[in-house]
């Protein structure tokens, strides 16, 4: 089964940091984008972070820019999400996610993010 | 960034009566505007990408429609099953961003 399973949650105090993980099975992680996106308690999806499938470009929310970094380790078939400096607004369960592609007609395409881990749950709290 | 809006924000509906969610952007999207839903206590899943494209294993009940800055996701015939919150997300810019959130209940 296709499957994304995140870990590395927690509590941590303000200015703390975590590193979240990801492990994907049953599917070529090298060739997928890869996403993480968070949700803070009763609030709405927030995109946070993606890197391409040999790392050659990643984007970031401007609410993270300068405080996470995103990675992969292919071999592993691993995503990872460094967290720094760590806010209160930071408190949220964090989402991977896989950029789907198709092939048709000679060209890969785009299809949504078509594969999401459970979660894992992060808690910024002195 | 781009900003998404959602009408309407709650959305309830008889079972076997059609649904009908906008998601509306600050700029052209073209087509590039993907739906999900997030049911209770789960994991969002994907329903439509690049506007119309229905993912693999989604009842045909439900259909995306529009481009620019005007998107409508469907549901023919809503189930129980069909409860939980509807997102719209752009994928235009590199810094994805999604709408609020409508969230659907069973009357």
């Known amino acids: 089964e296709v499957q994304l399973v995140e870990s590395g949650g927690g509590l941590v105090k303000p200015g703390g940091s975590l590193r979240l993980s990801c492990a994907a099975s049953?599917?070529?992680?090298?060739?997928?984008?890869m996403h993480w996106v968070r949700q803070a308690p009763g609030k709405a999806l927030e995109w946070v972070s993606s890197?391409?499938?040999?790392?050659?470009?990643?984007y970031y929310a401007d609410s993270v820019k300068g405080r996470f970094t995103i990675s992969r380790d292919n071999a592993e078939n691993s995503l990872f999400l460094q967290m720094n400096s760590l806010r209160a607004d930071d408190t949220a369960v964090y989402y991977c996610?896989?950029?789907?592609?198709?092939?048709?007609?000679?060209?890969?395409?785009?299809?949504?993010?078509?594969?999401w881990g459970q979660g894992t749950t992060v808690i910024v709290s002195s | 960034d781009i900003v998404l809006t959602q009408s309407p924000v709650s959305l309830p509906v008889t079972p076997g009566e059609p649904a009908s969610i906008s998601c509306g952007s600050s700029?052209?999207?073209?087509?590039?505007l993907d739906w999900y839903v997030q049911k209770p206590g789960q994991s969002p899943q994907l329903l439509i990408y690049?506007?119309?494209n229905r993912a693999s294993g989604v009842p045909d009940r439900f259909s995306g429609s529009g481009s620019g800055t005007n998107f409508t996701l469907r549901i023919n015939r809503v189930e129980a099953e069909d409860v939980g919150v509807y997102y719209c997300?752009?994928?235009?810019?590199?810094?994805?961003?999604f709408g609020q959130g409508t969230k659907l209940e069973i009357k």
């Open positions: 996610a896989r950029a789907g592609r198709e092939l048709r007609f000679s060209q890969w395409y785009y299809v949504g993010l078509d594969v």
């Open positions: 049953e599917f070529t992680f090298d060739r997928h984008t």
């Open positions: 890197i391409t499938s040999t790392a050659s470009f990643i």
């Open positions: 700029q052209s999207l073209l087509n590039y």
């Open positions: 690049l506007g119309s």
């Open positions: 997300m752009q994928t235009l810019q590199t810094f994805y961003t």
